[in-house]
């Protein structure tokens, strides 16, 4: 099989190039979900159309999906903008691409709401879900590699947790200390404060952490979830012996998704550019968007903006720091020489047409550019 191609593309307008990763915008659940949830308004007009939460991590496509008369039940951490009591079995709910709870599906379920005409729960995740499931029939104790407040984790621990001991790492330090306990290096006691509200009920780090497979929120980095699977298995033989280890050990393959892979391996080929500084477009709280200014941010001044209008002139940008959770203005962000060179990409969650509005703000910042037609003729 030909190896993909996720070298970047050069738009070459005279005094600025953009760098364009192979690979970014809308993936196929994503898209899947914002259709389904327009068909959900187009064919219930006189009802209340609903969604759990955020459709997708970007604050320009759930905007569009208020202004057409869909209502949040509640924001992305779980806080309500609307009581259940208000839901009644007359009104549609549309579970977001993230999925949800076996909780909340029942509490809807039992409300008499019909839920799964308009689930946009992508395929990706449910894969993962399946893949925990087949770990719990195996008696094997589930890891999910995941941010713990993140909706899909949120989801993904919940039904992996009906099915088998689960517990949520969010990153290798987290592995790290959790393997202390596989060792008998810490005590329970420890365990209960130190990884409080990410472990299913009933959890007993000394018979639990015996046989364990490992599964992910989708859109962690890819390198990530595989050194953290690395790091278990190499515990789970130094504790067991390597003879032993399937016995211990649930090999899984990776579990994220395609678009997800295939946004960060293009990331991957941009850091080998040499341009002066990245932006990326997205919503703040997208977690695969984030990733991806995490890697930029290793090779170039890196811009996190959500919409084109944060290109306050070719002397300001405002853009967002999500180490600290806040937004930055930042003077004199373009280099001033004769040829500047800007990689621009985006997450999974962001529409092609929003990237598109970027370049062009962009491009008014600079003189004597050619057209996009002229430019665009070259392909």
């Given at each position: 099989?030909?190896?993909?191609?996720?070298?970047?593309?050069?738009l070459?307008?005279?005094?600025?190039q953009?760098?364009?990763?192979?690979?970014?915008?809308?993936?196929?659940?994503?898209?899947?979900a914002?259709?389904?949830?327009?068909?959900?308004?187009?064919?219930?007009?006189?009802?209340?159309?609903?969604?759990?939460s955020q459709?997708?991590h970007?604050?320009?496509?759930?905007?569009d999906l208020?202004?057409?008369g869909?209502?949040?039940?509640m924001?992305?951490?779980?806080?309500?903008?609307?009581?259940?009591?208000?839901?009644?079995?007359e009104?549609?709910?549309?579970?977001p691409?993230?999925?949800?709870?076996?909780?909340?599906?029942?509490?809807?379920?039992?409300?008499?709401v019909?839920?799964?005409k308009?689930?946009?729960?992508?395929?990706?995740?449910?894969?993962?879900?399946?893949?925990?499931?087949?770990?719990?029939?195996?008696?094997?104790?589930?890891?999910?590699?995941?941010?713990?407040?993140?909706?899909?984790?949120?989801?993904?621990?919940?039904?992996s947790?009906?099915?088998?001991?689960?517990?949520?790492?969010?990153?290798?330090?987290d592995a790290?200390?959790?393997?202390?306990?596989?060792?008998?290096?810490k005590?329970?006691?420890?365990?209960?404060t130190?990884?409080?509200?990410?472990?299913?009920?009933?959890?007993?780090?000394?018979?639990?952490?015996?046989?364990i497979?490992v599964?992910?929120?989708?859109?962690?980095?890819?390198?990530?979830?595989?050194?953290?699977?690395?790091?278990?298995k190499?515990v789970?033989?130094?504790?067991f012996?390597?003879?032993?280890?399937?016995?211990?050990?649930?090999?899984?393959?990776?579990?994220?998704?395609?678009?997800?892979?295939?946004?960060?391996d293009?990331?991957?080929e941009?850091l080998?550019?040499?341009?002066d500084?990245?932006?990326?477009?997205?919503?703040?709280n997208?977690?695969?968007?984030?990733?991806?200014?995490?890697?930029?941010?290793?090779?170039?001044?890196?811009?996190?903006?959500?919409?084109?209008?944060?290109?306050?002139?070719k002397?300001?940008i405002?853009?967002?720091?999500?180490?600290?959770?806040?937004?930055?203005?930042?003077?004199?962000f373009?280099?001033?020489?004769?040829?500047?060179?800007?990689v621009?990409?985006?997450?999974?969650?962001?529409?092609?047409?929003?990237v598109?509005?970027?370049m062009?703000?962009l491009?008014?910042?600079?003189?004597?550019?050619?057209?996009v037609e002229?430019v665009?003729?070259?392909?």
């Amino acid at each position: 099989m030909r190896k993909q191609d996720f070298s970047p593309t050069l738009l070459d307008f005279g005094p600025v190039q953009f760098y364009l990763a192979r690979h970014f915008g809308f993936c196929y659940g994503v898209e899947n979900a914002i259709e389904i949830s327009y068909r959900a308004l187009e064919e219930n007009p006189e009802k209340n159309v609903y969604l759990l939460s955020q459709m997708i991590h970007n604050q320009e496509v759930n905007n569009d999906l208020l202004s057409r008369g869909i209502k949040f039940i509640m924001d992305t951490d779980g806080t309500h903008f609307l009581p259940w009591e208000n839901v009644n079995k007359e009104d549609i709910v549309i579970i977001p691409a993230f999925g949800t709870t076996l909780e909340i599906e029942k509490l809807l379920s039992d409300k008499g709401v019909e839920v799964q005409k308009y689930n946009t729960t992508c395929p990706f995740v449910e894969k993962v879900w399946n893949r925990a499931e087949k770990l719990g029939n195996e008696k094997y104790t589930i890891i999910i590699h995941g941010k713990p407040k993140h909706e899909e984790t949120k989801a993904t621990f919940s039904h992996s947790a009906s099915e088998s001991p689960s517990i949520i790492v969010q990153d290798m330090n987290d592995a790290i200390h959790l393997s202390k306990y596989i060792l008998g290096d810490k005590r329970k006691e420890e365990f209960l404060t130190e990884f409080e509200n990410r472990y299913s009920k009933g959890f007993d780090p000394e018979n639990d952490l015996k046989r364990i497979g490992v599964v992910n929120q989708t859109t962690m980095l890819a390198t990530e979830t595989q050194a953290i699977a690395d790091f278990f298995k190499h515990v789970m033989a130094s504790k067991f012996g390597e003879a032993n280890l399937k016995d211990h050990f649930a090999d899984t393959r990776d579990t994220l998704c395609y678009a997800t892979n295939d946004n960060q391996d293009a990331s991957y080929e941009l850091l080998k550019t040499d341009a002066d500084l990245a932006v990326v477009v997205g919503g703040y709280n997208s977690s695969n968007t984030s990733h991806i200014v995490e890697l930029c941010e290793h090779r170039f001044p890196t811009y996190f903006i959500n919409t084109e209008k944060e290109i306050l002139s070719k002397d300001e940008i405002q853009h967002f720091d999500f180490h600290e959770k806040k937004k930055k203005v930042t003077q004199k962000f373009l280099p001033q020489k004769d040829l500047v060179k800007i990689v621009l990409t985006s997450g999974a969650s962001c529409p092609d047409t929003l990237v598109d509005r970027v370049m062009m703000r962009l491009l008014e910042n600079f003189n004597k550019t050619k057209s996009v037609e002229e430019v665009l003729d070259l392909f």
